[in-house]
């Protein structure tokens, strides 16, 4: 689906996964969850070459194949102070921790962490839930400046609007599943705050307990011009 135009080509696996490739050809995989993720389609669970992972919090239907992607590929990772620490005492290398308003760039691409409201944690295998520090978005700039804004799980908050105003977001990935983050009713808000051209729903459909829709969000944003929301199907890629 060719409508960004703008050097990067984004591919949905599903729930709040992605991979972004860069225009110099470097891919970045965002909350990396394929093996036990219903919603990725079996093309996309061998999962290619991976240069940088960003996690926003925890919670396994993010964070589930960070270790798995590590152990294969050696990427760089993105994540709060307490993710990269539980993730070094799995032998994960090359973490970069960061916190809400930092920065980090990787090979031409940098990422700040943006607040999001939510929760984290990891549990481990015995049962025992480990703190996951502050759940977090994620504004990644890429090497041409097209910016895009990954929210991570949130519900709607004002400082979206600073969001819009510092780091001037082309394109916004959005939860609105409801339930455990915003509704589609929350993002619709998000997206006048936000004054992005694209949006892309995620976080939906995963689960029964998922109830908001793309076509819900896309009702009550019909008034905004200027904003398109596109609904990619798991597996569909917008270049």
């Not at 110099?24 to 995989?29: L, N």
């Not at 919090?57 to 194949?65: L, R, V």
């Not at 307990?209 to 793309?214: A, R």
Request: with cysteine; proline share 6%.
């Amino acid at each position: 689906m060719k409508i960004l135009n703008n050097g990067i080509e984004i591919t949905y696996f599903g729930h709040s996964t992605f991979s972004v490739k860069s225009p110099a050809g470097k891919t970045v995989m965002i909350d990396p969850w394929i093996e036990g993720n219903p919603s990725c389609p079996e093309h996309l669970r061998e999962v290619g070459h991976v240069d940088i992972i960003a996690v926003t919090h925890g919670h396994f239907d993010h964070i589930s194949d960070v270790i798995p992607l590590c152990s294969k590929y050696n990427p760089k990772v993105v994540a709060n102070w307490e993710i990269c620490d539980w993730l070094g005492s799995k032998g994960v290398q090359n973490c970069m921790p960061c916190n809400k308003g930092g920065n980090v760039v990787i090979d031409g691409i940098r990422f700040t962490m943006t607040h999001a409201q939510h929760s984290s944690s990891m549990k481990e295998e015995d049962g025992t839930v480990i703190y996951g520090g502050e759940p977090a978005g994620y504004i990644i700039k890429f090497e041409n400046d097209y910016t895009i804004y990954h929210a991570g799980d949130t519900n709607i908050f004002g400082d979206m609007k600073l969001i819009s105003e510092i780091y001037k977001p082309q394109l916004a990935m959005l939860p609105i599943g409801d339930l455990f983050t915003m509704s589609p009713l929350e993002a619709s808000y998000a997206c006048r705050l936000l004054n992005v051209s694209w949006v892309v729903p995620m976080h939906y459909g995963t689960f029964p307990l998922l109830v908001g829709t793309p076509d819900e969000l896309k009702s009550l944003t019909k008034d905004m011009d200027s904003l398109s929301v596109v609904a990619l199907e798991p597996g569909q890629q917008i270049t």
